[in-house]
């Protein structure tokens, strides 16, 4: 079974672009969330997505954006870019909604974005 | 908001035992998670607890004391390949919306 997968790996961008990122859930999975890694702040939650629809966003501003088509696959959207939004950006899959056992998330490798 | 507390680093020699602690404050908890993360590669699961008391897989044992808002994550016979950053991640109100701690990271020498 395949896992989850992240497009692109690694993507340099300069301060005022826009970016696209993507994801595909392990097959069967209708849950994406969102998270941006950095080494001062650690992984935080950006928003999750279940069945198109977002179910729940984290404290970040509206620059931030995504979506979710109806074969699961999410994009997430910067716009505006500042140095700031340098990060690593993981993508989680799991089955439901709901967090528990049996219903862990499973992590893509992330895109790395650097922000010049 | 909430709140999770874990030791920046640890250092164990090879064949030992290790306990990460994790405290944390929340309301709506659903759960609680362990994850490892080698440098450079994704996050990888390791164990949910959402009752009191310790869940045991293999090497790896976590505890859970919701009373208390701690955890901790137990790592036995260590090896080499355990040398990663080790992530507590706290589940609460609805989704599966996670909130982590900054993360520990250890370093098993010989």
């Known amino acids: 079974k395949a896992g989850v997968t992240q497009t692109p790996r690694y993507l340099i961008k300069t301060r005022g672009q826009q970016v696209t990122l993507s994801c595909s859930p392990i097959?069967?999975?209708?849950?994406v969330s969102w998270y941006q890694q950095t080494p001062g702040q650690g992984l935080q939650f950006l928003f999750e997505?279940?069945?198109?629809?977002?179910?729940n966003k984290g404290n970040f501003p509206g620059r931030f954006s995504g979506r979710q088509f109806s074969n699961s696959r999410s994009e997430m959207n910067v716009s505006t870019l500042e140095l700031g939004d340098s990060a690593l950006y993981l993508c989680?899959?799991?089955?439901?909604?709901?967090?528990?056992?049996?219903?862990?998330?499973?992590f893509g490798p992330g895109t790395r974005l650097t922000v010049l | 908001g909430q709140n999770i507390d874990q030791p920046t680093e640890m250092t164990a020699t090879e064949g030992a035992i290790v306990q990460i602690n994790c405290t944390y404050q929340?309301?709506?908890?659903?759960?609680l998670f362990w994850y490892q993360q080698h440098a450079g590669e994704a996050p990888t699961f390791l164990s949910y607890?959402?009752?009191?008391g310790l869940e045991e897989k293999g090497r790896f044992s976590s505890f859970l004391s919701r009373s208390k808002g701690y955890s901790y994550l137990l790592l036995k016979e260590l090896q080499m390949k355990d040398s990663a950053s080790y992530l507590c991640?706290?589940?609460?109100?609805?989704?599966?919306?996670?909130?982590f701690g900054t993360g520990t990271q250890l370093k098993v020498e010989l």
């Open positions: 989680a899959s799991s089955f439901s909604l709901g967090a528990g056992g049996g219903n862990e998330q499973f």
């Open positions: 097959s069967g999975h209708r849950s």
């Open positions: 997505y279940f069945s198109e629809t977002q179910r």
């Open positions: 929340t309301s709506g908890f659903n759960g």
């Open positions: 607890n959402v009752l009191d």
């Open positions: 991640a706290v589940a609460a109100g609805g989704g599966n919306k996670l909130t």
